[in-house]
């Protein structure tokens, strides 16, 4: 499927130079002089190497459709993850750099998407959201206004994050995964 240059987005698979691309970072970009493109961080599938790529508006990109099921993850095991195909019941194992910085947030049971081309797994998202315990946070220094001031606080996988003052250590909280950012306390 082609799709145009400005719209290839983060998680997005492309066949550009006869290769499979994931694409790691967009940015838009809109120079004094001249037209405005998509600055693209793109990774290959298979080799790992990086590229970075200008796309115009105009340019078109080859998207490619990734097959999409649904896995529970199990465990992990080194550099490795294992997850269950949630209709045939088969084990996926891949490694953790597919995943990339998100693969801290997965816990046991935690169900994600799995895409794979041709019967290769390509990559693994995770829910939107997950729920952590925060285990430590910095006191709450008086005189700070709630609206503008975040303080870091340290989750259970041990990731950092900036989180508002009223948050204490014990606080359960949701957390995006793709980028580590706070979204609001957890429902209990």
Same mark, same amino acid.
């Given at each position: 499927?082609?799709?145009?240059? +400005?719209?290839?987005? %983060?998680?997005?698979?492309?066949?550009?130079? +006869?290769?499979?691309?994931?694409? @790691?970072?967009?940015?838009?970009?809109?120079?004094?002089?001249?037209?405005?493109?998509?600055? #693209? /961080?793109?990774?290959?599938?298979?080799?790992?190497?990086?590229?970075? &790529? !200008? =796309?115009?508006?105009?340019?078109?990109?080859? !998207?490619?459709?990734?097959?999409? !099921?649904?896995?529970?993850?199990?465990?992990?095991?080194?550099?490795? $993850?294992? =997850?269950?195909?949630? &209709? @045939?019941? &088969?084990?996926?194992?891949?490694?953790? /750099?597919?995943?990339?910085?998100?693969?801290?947030? $997965?816990?046991?049971?935690? #169900?994600?998407? %799995?895409?794979?081309?041709? /019967?290769?797994?390509?990559?693994?998202?995770?829910?939107?959201?997950?729920?952590?315990?925060?285990? /430590?946070?910095?006191?709450? %220094?008086?005189?700070?206004?709630?609206?503008?001031?975040?303080?870091?606080?340290?989750?259970?996988?041990?990731?950092?994050?900036?989180?508002?003052?009223?948050?204490?250590?014990?606080? !359960?909280? %949701?957390?995006?995964? &793709?980028?580590?950012?706070?979204?609001?306390?957890?429902?209990?």
């Amino acid at each position: 499927m082609k799709i145009n240059g +400005n719209a290839v987005r %983060v998680g997005n698979v492309v066949e550009h130079q +006869n290769r499979l691309w994931v694409v @790691t970072k967009t940015q838009a970009v809109k120079p004094g002089k001249g037209g405005a493109f998509n600055q #693209v /961080e793109m990774k290959d599938i298979r080799s790992g190497t990086k590229l970075n &790529e !200008r =796309f115009r508006a105009d340019a078109q990109v080859e !998207r490619v459709r990734l097959e999409q !099921r649904q896995a529970t993850f199990l465990f992990r095991e080194g550099d490795m $993850l294992t =997850f269950m195909d949630s &209709e @045939t019941f &088969e084990q996926t194992v891949v490694n953790a /750099e597919l995943v990339g910085d998100p693969a801290a947030f $997965l816990q046991d049971g935690m #169900v994600v998407q %799995v895409e794979t081309y041709e /019967e290769e797994p390509l990559s693994v998202v995770l829910p939107d959201t997950v729920v952590m315990e925060v285990v /430590e946070a910095d006191a709450v %220094v008086k005189g700070q206004t709630a609206s503008s001031s975040y303080k870091p606080a340290v989750l259970e996988n041990g990731v950092r994050v900036m989180v508002p003052p009223f948050i204490e250590t014990g606080t !359960r909280i %949701v957390v995006k995964p &793709e980028d580590a950012s706070y979204v609001e306390r957890a429902k209990d």
